[in-house]
C-alpha cells in the first residue's frame, strides 16, 4: 500500500488542472466550452488511448481533415492540454502526448 503522501503525488501527476481565470471576458463555463469543445475532447482520448507517433496518424485515428486536426493540437498545446515533441531524424514529425489520465476545471460561481 502507498502512502498517503506518495499516492497524492502519483494522483497529481495523472491530472491536469485547466485556469481559465485569464478569459475574464466570458463566464468560466463559457471559456470551458469554448476550449475543450466535443472534437479537442476527441482528441485528447485519442492521443491518451492511442498514442499516435505523429499529427498525421492522429488524423487517421479520429477520421478527421489534418488542417482542422491541427490546429486543434496547436490550441490544445497552448493551453497545456498537450505537449508536442518533435523527432530529429529525417523529417520532422511533430509527436502528440497528454501527460495526465484526469482533467480538472474550476468554474468560479
Do not use: W
Not at 502526448?97 to 474550476?106: A, G
Amino acid at each position: 500500500m502507498q502512502r498517503p503522501r506518495k499516492a497524492a503525488s502519483s494522483i497529481m501527476r495523472r491530472c491536469a488542472l485547466l485556469d481559465l481565470s485569464y478569459l475574464a471576458t466570458q463566464t468560466s463555463l463559457e471559456a470551458a466550452r469554448e476550449v475543450l469543445t466535443p472534437k479537442r475532447l476527441e482528441l485528447l482520448r485519442a492521443i491518451r488511448r492511442g498514442r499516435p507517433a505523429s499529427v498525421s496518424q492522429l488524423t487517421q485515428l479520429v477520421r478527421r481533415d489534418f488542417k482542422n486536426v491541427h490546429a486543434d493540437v496547436q490550441a490544445l498545446a497552448r493551453y497545456g492540454l498537450v505537449s508536442l515533441t518533435t523527432t530529429p531524424a529525417g523529417r520532422r514529425t511533430t509527436v502528440p502526448r497528454v501527460p495526465f489520465s484526469v482533467l480538472e476545471f474550476r468554474i468560479a460561481v
